[in-house]
């Protein structure tokens, strides 16, 4: 298997655009990933796109504007972790040999839904009886608050990060900061889950090129390279279930601290999968950044804010940088790379030589028909 590393990257603000086509949504985040990695379009061999609710053939769609048509287009759906499953498409195609270069994009347009949760299959029987996400994640985090003592201020306390670390961020949906008590007054989705607590939806795209490590630096001067790639699905279990416990998530980051041969300690940066405030707090304890039930006191120690000991979501994470679905893991992996390469400004992460990054989706049904896809980078 051949190395693989990133030599381009691209997305646009991440906001809502109810008047632009999901093509135009796409091909400006493909244009600045060209340029970023200098090379031209006729250097791409493959081409793979992500999208959760974006309608058949939005690959085609998209890059048949640029004049890429005709290329092979793969379209990947896998909920939240489409973007990222592209990426993971791409890399296997690079590391077994098929392919030299090739893109690998995340793009959605949810403003078309005007608004709401995101739409889930009614085929469900949970989601027929209202099993939608912030109602699954309540339960969570109302039964983390139970365990282990979680206070409303401390589940505020994750917005009041994420909004400081978006405030640097001129890509994130909400720039603005916050505090606890503006976080609690907002008003209530699903308790104990206020309005600010939950990730906005909107429209996004983003993109990365992939490159045979060995070409990388014809084209770029700072490549990052791909350490691991990893996806898991959802397993059955019956009998009861611990909520608190993220178990593909936990499965999946031990799949691939073994694959990439790191373990926790050695991350600098990461970019998890915040939906909801409880969310982050758990994903601390499922990649072992601190052990469980201290997650919490992990995030009031200041470690994991911008300048801590592992800054996580310095991009503002979806809670403030949003989530339009698909778009979401492939707009982690350009935070993640960003970081790497020293071109972050004033939310750059000092030293960062090794960074990670975590979409999941899913999740319904027991949890049984979720994704996990989570990558780690390193320069």
Not at 40 to 46: G, N, V
Not at 102 to 125: H, S
Not at 212 to 219: G, M, S, T
Request: charged letters at 20%; a negative charge.
């Amino acid at each position: 298997m051949r190395k693989v590393s990133v030599i381009g990257t691209g997305m646009i603000k991440f906001g809502k655009y109810p008047d632009v086509s999901l093509a135009d949504l796409g091909w400006p985040a493909v244009k600045q990933a060209i340029a970023d990695a200098g090379i031209e379009p006729r250097d791409i061999d493959a081409l793979f796109c992500g999208t959760g609710l974006g309608g058949p053939m939005p690959g085609q769609r998209i890059f048949g504007r640029l004049g890429l048509a005709g290329l092979p287009i793969i379209n990947v759906e896998n909920a939240c972790s489409s973007g990222s499953s592209a990426l993971s498409l791409g890399y296997t195609a690079i590391a077994s040999g098929r392919y030299d270069i090739v893109m690998a994009m995340g793009v959605e347009k949810l403003t078309k839904f005007n608004g709401g949760t995101i739409p889930l299959e009614r085929e469900d029987w949970e989601v027929a009886n209202g099993l939608v996400m912030p109602a699954l994640y309540a339960m969570r985090a109302r039964r983390y608050m139970h365990d282990y003592g979680l206070t409303r201020e401390q589940l505020a306390s994750v917005v009041v990060k994420s909004r400081r670390h978006a405030a640097l961020n001129h890509d994130a949906q909400l720039r603005k900061e916050t505090t606890v008590e503006e976080v609690l007054a907002s008003r209530m989705i699903a308790d104990p889950f206020t309005l600010y607590q939950c990730c906005p939806t909107g429209d996004g795209a983003a993109v990365v090129i992939l490159c045979a490590e060995e070409l990388a630096p014809k084209y770029c001067s700072r490549p990052v390279k791909v350490v691991a790639s990893h996806v898991a699905s959802g397993v059955f279990e019956s009998g009861p279930r611990d909520m608190t416990n993220p178990e593909i998530t936990v499965r999946c980051a031990r799949e691939t601290y073994e694959e990439a041969g790191l373990g926790p300690e050695d991350i600098d940066v990461a970019e998890v999968h915040d939906a909801f405030t409880s969310a982050e707090l758990m994903y601390y304890e499922a990649f072992g950044f601190c052990e469980r039930g201290e997650a919490a006191q992990l995030l009031e120690s200041g470690a994991t804010s911008l300048g801590g000991r592992i800054p996580v979501n310095p991009s503002g994470g979806l809670l403030s940088k949003g989530h339009p679905v698909a778009a979401t893991g492939a707009a982690q992996v350009v935070e993640v790379v960003r970081q790497l390469q020293g071109r972050c400004g004033s939310r750059q992460v000092e030293g960062a030589k090794v960074g990670l990054t975590h979409a999941t989706g899913g999740g319904i049904s027991g949890f049984d028909h979720g994704v996990c896809a989570i990558h780690v980078f390193a320069v």
